[in-house]
T-cell receptor
Framework: RKEVEQDPGPFNVPEGATVAFNCTYS??????FFWYRQDCRKEPKLLMS???SGNEDGRFTAQLNRASQYISLLIRDSKLSDSATYLC?????????FGSGTKLNVKP | NAGVTQTPKFRILKIGQSMTLQCTQD?????MYWYRQDPGMGLKLIYY???????DKGEVPNGYNVSRSTTEDFPLRLELAAPSQTSVYFC??????????????FGAGSRLTVL
Protein backbone atom coordinates (compact mmCIF):
# COMPACT_ATOMS: atom_id res chain seq x y z
CA ARG A 1 0.00 0.00 0.00
CA LYS A 2 1.32 3.45 -0.89
CA GLU A 3 2.25 5.77 1.97
CA VAL A 4 0.46 8.73 0.35
CA GLU A 5 -2.26 8.63 -2.28
CA GLN A 6 -3.66 11.46 -4.36
CA ASP A 7 -6.05 11.83 -7.27
CA PRO A 8 -3.71 12.60 -10.22
CA GLY A 9 -6.25 14.83 -12.00
CA PRO A 10 -5.89 16.86 -14.08
CA PHE A 11 -8.34 19.34 -12.67
CA ASN A 12 -9.27 21.85 -15.38
CA VAL A 13 -10.99 24.90 -13.90
CA PRO A 14 -11.78 28.46 -15.05
CA GLU A 15 -10.18 31.47 -13.42
CA GLY A 16 -12.00 32.43 -10.24
CA ALA A 17 -13.16 28.90 -9.48
CA THR A 18 -12.76 27.13 -6.16
CA VAL A 19 -11.02 23.76 -6.34
CA ALA A 20 -10.27 21.14 -3.69
CA PHE A 21 -7.64 18.41 -3.63
CA ASN A 22 -7.61 15.42 -1.32
CA CYS A 23 -4.94 13.09 -0.09
CA THR A 24 -4.88 10.03 2.17
CA TYR A 25 -1.95 8.56 4.09
CA SER A 26 -1.46 5.04 5.37
CA UNK A 27 0.62 5.42 8.54
CA UNK A 28 -1.40 6.64 11.50
CA UNK A 29 1.83 7.52 13.35
CA UNK A 30 2.76 10.16 10.75
CA UNK A 31 3.90 13.31 12.43
CA UNK A 32 3.77 16.26 10.04
CA PHE A 33 1.91 17.13 6.88
CA PHE A 34 2.53 19.51 4.01
CA TRP A 35 1.42 20.66 0.60
CA TYR A 36 4.16 21.37 -1.93
CA ARG A 37 3.76 22.95 -5.32
CA GLN A 38 5.77 21.80 -8.35
CA ASP A 39 5.89 23.72 -11.61
CA CYS A 40 6.75 21.90 -14.82
CA ARG A 41 10.40 20.76 -14.85
CA LYS A 42 11.12 22.55 -11.58
CA GLU A 43 11.84 21.48 -8.02
CA PRO A 44 9.00 21.20 -5.47
CA LYS A 45 8.49 24.21 -3.21
CA LEU A 46 6.64 24.40 0.08
CA LEU A 47 3.13 25.79 -0.29
CA MET A 48 2.03 25.33 3.29
CA SER A 49 2.27 23.12 6.32
CA UNK A 50 -0.95 21.48 7.50
CA UNK A 51 -1.97 21.69 11.14
CA UNK A 52 -4.55 19.66 13.04
CA SER A 53 -6.74 22.70 13.62
CA GLY A 54 -6.67 23.62 9.93
CA ASN A 55 -4.88 26.65 8.59
CA GLU A 56 -5.25 29.30 5.95
CA ASP A 57 -2.79 31.31 3.89
CA GLY A 58 -4.52 33.84 1.70
CA ARG A 59 -6.59 31.94 -0.88
CA PHE A 60 -5.32 28.55 0.33
CA THR A 61 -6.85 26.52 3.14
CA ALA A 62 -5.48 23.21 4.39
CA GLN A 63 -7.25 20.70 6.61
CA LEU A 64 -6.07 17.57 8.40
CA ASN A 65 -8.28 14.78 9.69
CA ARG A 66 -6.09 12.41 11.71
CA ALA A 67 -8.94 10.02 12.47
CA SER A 68 -9.59 9.47 8.76
CA GLN A 69 -5.91 9.95 7.75
CA TYR A 70 -7.01 12.52 5.24
CA ILE A 71 -5.54 15.87 4.15
CA SER A 72 -7.16 18.47 1.94
CA LEU A 73 -6.22 21.67 0.13
CA LEU A 74 -8.78 24.25 -0.96
CA ILE A 75 -7.87 26.98 -3.43
CA ARG A 76 -10.32 29.86 -3.75
CA ASP A 77 -10.51 32.38 -6.59
CA SER A 78 -8.09 30.39 -8.79
CA LYS A 79 -5.52 32.35 -10.78
CA LEU A 80 -3.76 31.36 -13.99
CA SER A 81 -0.55 31.31 -11.95
CA ASP A 82 -1.96 28.54 -9.73
CA SER A 83 -1.53 26.07 -12.62
CA ALA A 84 0.95 23.49 -11.30
CA THR A 85 1.13 20.06 -9.71
CA TYR A 86 0.28 19.94 -6.01
CA LEU A 87 2.11 17.33 -3.95
CA CYS A 88 0.80 15.98 -0.66
CA UNK A 89 3.70 15.22 1.69
CA UNK A 90 3.75 13.28 4.95
CA UNK A 91 6.67 13.22 7.40
CA UNK A 92 7.22 10.07 9.40
CA UNK A 93 10.29 9.17 11.45
CA UNK A 94 12.93 11.18 9.57
CA UNK A 95 11.47 10.51 6.13
CA UNK A 96 9.24 12.58 3.87
CA UNK A 97 6.80 10.63 1.72
CA PHE A 98 5.35 12.21 -1.39
CA GLY A 99 2.10 11.57 -3.19
CA SER A 100 2.24 11.36 -6.97
CA GLY A 101 0.71 14.83 -7.25
CA THR A 102 -2.51 16.40 -8.52
CA LYS A 103 -2.26 18.49 -11.65
CA LEU A 104 -4.23 21.74 -11.79
CA ASN A 105 -4.85 23.67 -15.00
CA VAL A 106 -6.50 27.06 -14.56
CA LYS A 107 -7.98 28.35 -17.82
CA PRO A 108 -8.79 31.97 -18.80
CA ASN B 1 22.66 32.02 0.67
CA ALA B 2 22.77 29.58 -2.23
CA GLY B 3 20.47 27.07 -0.46
CA VAL B 4 20.82 23.58 -1.96
CA THR B 5 23.10 23.30 -4.98
CA GLN B 6 23.15 20.25 -7.25
CA THR B 7 25.58 19.45 -10.03
CA PRO B 8 25.47 18.56 -12.84
CA LYS B 9 22.10 19.84 -14.10
CA PHE B 10 22.11 17.44 -17.05
CA ARG B 11 24.07 14.30 -17.86
CA ILE B 12 23.91 11.49 -20.40
CA LEU B 13 25.51 8.21 -19.39
CA LYS B 14 26.13 5.01 -21.26
CA ILE B 15 24.95 1.72 -19.75
CA GLY B 16 27.51 0.47 -17.25
CA GLN B 17 29.16 3.83 -16.60
CA SER B 18 29.37 5.29 -13.12
CA MET B 19 28.99 8.83 -11.90
CA THR B 20 28.45 10.97 -8.83
CA LEU B 21 25.72 13.58 -8.40
CA GLN B 22 26.93 16.32 -6.12
CA CYS B 23 24.76 18.08 -3.53
CA THR B 24 25.81 20.78 -1.12
CA GLN B 25 23.82 23.03 1.22
CA ASP B 26 24.89 26.15 3.08
CA UNK B 27 22.01 26.36 5.57
CA UNK B 28 23.64 24.20 8.26
CA UNK B 29 20.83 21.67 7.86
CA UNK B 30 21.27 18.36 9.64
CA UNK B 31 19.01 16.26 7.44
CA MET B 32 19.65 15.62 3.76
CA TYR B 33 17.75 13.53 1.22
CA TRP B 34 18.05 12.17 -2.29
CA TYR B 35 14.88 11.60 -4.32
CA ARG B 36 14.22 10.48 -7.86
CA GLN B 37 11.21 11.51 -9.89
CA ASP B 38 10.15 9.59 -12.97
CA PRO B 39 7.88 11.32 -15.55
CA GLY B 40 4.36 11.87 -14.21
CA MET B 41 5.24 10.27 -10.89
CA GLY B 42 5.86 11.40 -7.35
CA LEU B 43 9.21 11.56 -5.63
CA LYS B 44 10.75 8.34 -4.36
CA LEU B 45 13.29 8.45 -1.54
CA ILE B 46 16.63 6.87 -2.43
CA TYR B 47 18.80 7.60 0.62
CA TYR B 48 18.80 10.02 3.49
CA UNK B 49 21.09 11.26 6.24
CA UNK B 50 20.30 12.72 9.66
CA UNK B 51 23.81 14.04 10.21
CA UNK B 52 27.44 13.74 9.21
CA UNK B 53 28.57 10.12 9.23
CA UNK B 54 25.01 8.73 9.29
CA UNK B 55 23.15 7.47 6.22
CA ASP B 56 20.18 5.19 5.70
CA LYS B 57 18.24 3.61 2.86
CA GLY B 58 14.98 4.95 1.57
CA GLU B 59 12.37 3.29 -0.63
CA VAL B 60 14.51 2.70 -3.76
CA PRO B 61 18.22 2.40 -2.79
CA ASN B 62 19.32 -0.35 -5.18
CA GLY B 63 22.00 0.77 -7.63
CA TYR B 64 23.00 3.80 -5.57
CA ASN B 65 25.37 4.69 -2.77
CA VAL B 66 25.82 7.78 -0.61
CA SER B 67 28.23 9.23 1.91
CA ARG B 68 27.97 12.12 4.36
CA SER B 69 31.43 13.13 5.52
CA THR B 70 30.45 16.75 6.24
CA THR B 71 27.24 18.54 7.21
CA GLU B 72 27.25 20.42 3.90
CA ASP B 73 27.77 17.66 1.34
CA PHE B 74 25.73 14.59 0.41
CA PRO B 75 26.90 13.05 -2.89
CA LEU B 76 24.93 10.28 -4.63
CA ARG B 77 26.93 7.63 -6.48
CA LEU B 78 25.48 5.61 -9.35
CA GLU B 79 27.41 2.43 -10.04
CA LEU B 80 26.92 0.53 -13.32
CA ALA B 81 24.23 2.82 -14.73
CA ALA B 82 21.12 1.17 -16.18
CA PRO B 83 18.30 2.62 -18.36
CA SER B 84 15.96 2.25 -15.36
CA GLN B 85 17.98 4.97 -13.63
CA THR B 86 16.95 7.54 -16.21
CA SER B 87 15.17 10.09 -14.06
CA VAL B 88 15.30 13.53 -12.46
CA TYR B 89 17.21 13.48 -9.18
CA PHE B 90 16.48 15.97 -6.43
CA CYS B 91 18.57 16.64 -3.37
CA UNK B 92 16.83 18.25 -0.41
CA UNK B 93 17.64 19.28 3.14
CA UNK B 94 15.88 20.23 6.35
CA UNK B 95 17.07 21.59 9.65
CA UNK B 96 15.61 19.03 12.01
CA UNK B 97 12.91 16.56 12.82
CA UNK B 98 10.17 18.45 14.57
CA UNK B 99 7.60 21.15 13.96
CA UNK B 100 8.70 23.91 11.60
CA UNK B 101 12.24 22.53 11.50
CA UNK B 102 11.33 19.73 9.14
CA UNK B 103 10.44 21.76 6.07
CA UNK B 104 12.30 20.55 2.99
CA UNK B 105 14.34 22.81 0.75
CA PHE B 106 15.16 21.35 -2.67
CA GLY B 107 17.93 21.76 -5.15
CA ALA B 108 17.04 22.51 -8.79
CA GLY B 109 17.44 18.88 -9.85
CA SER B 110 19.78 16.81 -12.00
CA ARG B 111 18.38 15.25 -15.18
CA LEU B 112 20.08 11.96 -15.94
CA THR B 113 19.62 9.89 -19.09
CA VAL B 114 21.14 6.43 -19.42
CA LEU B 115 21.42 5.11 -22.97
Amino acid sequence: RKEVEQDPGPFNVPEGATVAFNCTYSNSASQSFFWYRQDCRKEPKLLMSVYSSGNEDGRFTAQLNRASQYISLLIRDSKLSDSATYLCVVYNFNKFYFGSGTKLNVKP
Amino acid sequence: NAGVTQTPKFRILKIGQSMTLQCTQDMNHNYMYWYRQDPGMGLKLIYYSVGAGITDKGEVPNGYNVSRSTTEDFPLRLELAAPSQTSVYFCASSYGAGGGANVLTFGAGSRLTVL
